[in-house]
């Protein structure tokens, strides 16, 4: 899930609530002053790297259209630099998730962002980003506001977690953001909160959030405001658009204000992939073109990698979802229904024995009251062939079923067994349930279907408190709760398969490479970049 259909469907709902209430009213718009501040005071010779996010890319998009001749702007960046087409995604493969990987190097067991929607213990209700228009109207449109805008960044993501926007500051390096999801740093912003979204909420008039020198949220905080006409109104999704980030790019090049950091988020492409399947190109075409607009900005392609080092990296793959006739649906509802499931939007009590948040074709399976355990419940899901896998922790050890068999793998932390990234395992039986190759001779593994599986997976089953399985469906299907989003016919993601765990990531304008092939390992890499010239 992306920040393009969170806001899409908080527009929607909002305004119906708007119109049913008679709220109407004129945006305020922010007074900033990033443009004062964002050029890099250093002056080291290091190049400016700017860190393009296009929202569910796909290596096979990019090699499709490259073939069809579609695509010379990526050609040519693929042409002079490098390309990899195996970057492990984080997971749950969901973009809150990934998005708070990115910028702290870390996976959700540090930085506590678990997924799209997570069940708080400590506050004894579920969390919410915006899933789908009937669970946000069920959860409530406050709280699921609240989350997106003010909690994720200012309370969920953890504060001993450092994002690459307050390493930078360390540094004494400047850094910006354009629609960037997970945006913290060290600057106060202000997100003025136009009035027609604060009547059905309790939202004020302005939130004082902290963000990196140059935050740009759509017209929540737009620093150009006065200065460039953008397309951030109530029709173009508040600038939580293509055109918004890609504008906001050419301004900073053409007035000389880049920051020695800028992360770019491109949110379109996933709405078109969620309703037409991955296979589709049209909408990476439209992109290629937008990013030729970047390039000529600096003057010419050949300037734009003088000056800058690009980086265009996908977030997560999507799989295709059968049609509504192959039953693609996993109802888990149905499978625990002799449980009492907390409904959407309600307050858990002593009756509750299951709480869950569905995040596509993973979910989080909370066991609150029942006596049951947790491998009673995995043992009744495990019936319904079309899931996949099903994991939780116990006494120090990660257990994994594999569902519609009776094999079941266990593994911790630390061992005798390294994998292709320095991380030791010690392993018990079946490791086929997560397709390894074990090599006994040389103590190694190989990950095939679910890369970089053993640490993923206990990154999710760490995120957070609480006693909860994680379930993932087999390829073509996904999850649903009571009344979370489907997909039928079209595309989703969430799991740990290859498909949607595997993204594409192409490095222009210079030939360092990153230490692994890793979303996770993309922070460290871009601080190398960017204090090597200071020593450091």
Not at 327 to 343: A, E, F, G, Q, T
Request: hydrophobic share 35%.
């Amino acid at each position: 899930m992306i920040l393009l259909r969170i806001i899409s469907w908080l527009i929607w709902i909002v305004v119906l609530l708007m119109i049913c209430s008679g709220c109407y009213g004129s945006e305020v718009k922010p007074k900033e002053d990033d443009l004062l501040h964002v050029k890099s005071k250093t002056g080291h010779p290091s190049k400016k790297v700017i860190l393009i996010l296009v929202d569910s890319v796909m290596y096979q998009a990019i090699d499709k259209g490259i073939q069809q001749q579609k695509l010379p702007t990526l050609k040519y960046l693929i042409d002079h630099g490098q390309y990899y087409k195996d970057l492990v995604s984080s997971f749950p493969t969901m973009s809150v998730t990934i998005d708070s990987s990115l910028m702290t190097g870390t996976y959700p067991n540090e930085h506590r962002v678990p997924g799209l929607i997570w069940y708080s213990k400590k506050e004894n209700k579920v969390i919410n980003y915006g899933t789908g228009p009937m669970e946000i109207l069920k959860h409530g449109v406050d709280p699921v506001l609240s989350n997106a805008m003010i909690h994720l960044n200012g309370d969920h993501l953890n504060a001993q977690t450092l994002t690459i926007y307050e390493q930078l500051k360390k540094e004494g390096l400047k850094a910006g953001s354009i629609n960037g999801l997970i945006y913290r740093g060290t600057v106060e912003h202000t997100l003025s909160i136009p009035e027609w979204m604060r009547g059905p909420t309790s939202l004020p008039a302005e939130v004082i959030v902290k963000g990196p020198d140059f935050l740009s949220l759509g017209s929540l905080s737009n620093p150009l405001e006065g200065l460039k006409k953008m397309p951030d109104t109530l029709m173009r999704r508040m600038g939580f658009n293509n055109e918004f980030a890609v504008e906001s790019v050419k301004y900073l090049v053409h007035n000389n204000k880049l920051p020695d950091f800028l992360y770019v988020y491109l949110p379109d492409l996933d709405q078109e992939l969620h309703k037409k399947g991955p296979s589709v190109i049209d909408g990476v075409i439209k992109i290629d073109s937008q990013l030729q607009s970047i390039l000529n900005a600096f003057g010419s392609p050949e300037k734009a990698l003088d000056e800058a080092i690009i980086m265009i990296v996908g977030d997560s793959g999507q799989s295709g979802i059968l049609p509504d006739g192959k039953h693609p649906v996993v109802d888990l509802p149905h499978i625990l229904h002799n449980y009492s499931i907390l409904r959407p939007g309600a307050e858990a009590t002593k009756a509750t024995d299951i709480v869950l948040a569905v995040n596509e074709t993973m979910a989080y399976v909370y066991k609150l009251n029942t006596k049951d355990s947790l491998k009673h419940i995995a043992n009744i899901l495990k019936k319904e062939t079309r899931i996949d896998l099903i994991s939780w922790k116990e006494n120090g050890w990660i257990h994994v079923v594999q569902s519609g068999t009776s094999k079941e793998f266990k593994y911790k932390p630390n061992g005798k067994i390294t994998d292709a990234y320095g991380q030791s395992w010690t392993l018990g039986n079946n490791p086929e349930v997560l397709d390894l190759h074990i090599n006994k001779h040389q103590n190694t593994l190989q990950y095939r279907e679910y890369p970089d599986a053993l640490k993923r997976l206990y990154g999710a089953l760490n995120s957070h408190e609480g006693n909860f399985l994680v379930v993932s469906a087999k390829q073509g299907y996904e999850l649903s709760g009571q009344s979370s989003p489907t997909h039928k016919g079209g595309g989703g993601h969430g799991s740990l398969h290859r498909m949607e765990s595997l993204v594409p990531l192409i490095i222009s304008g210079t030939n360092e490479k990153p230490d692994h092939a890793r979303i996770v390992d993309l922070k460290s890499y871009i601080l190398r970049l960017l204090t090597k010239s200071l020593g450091k």
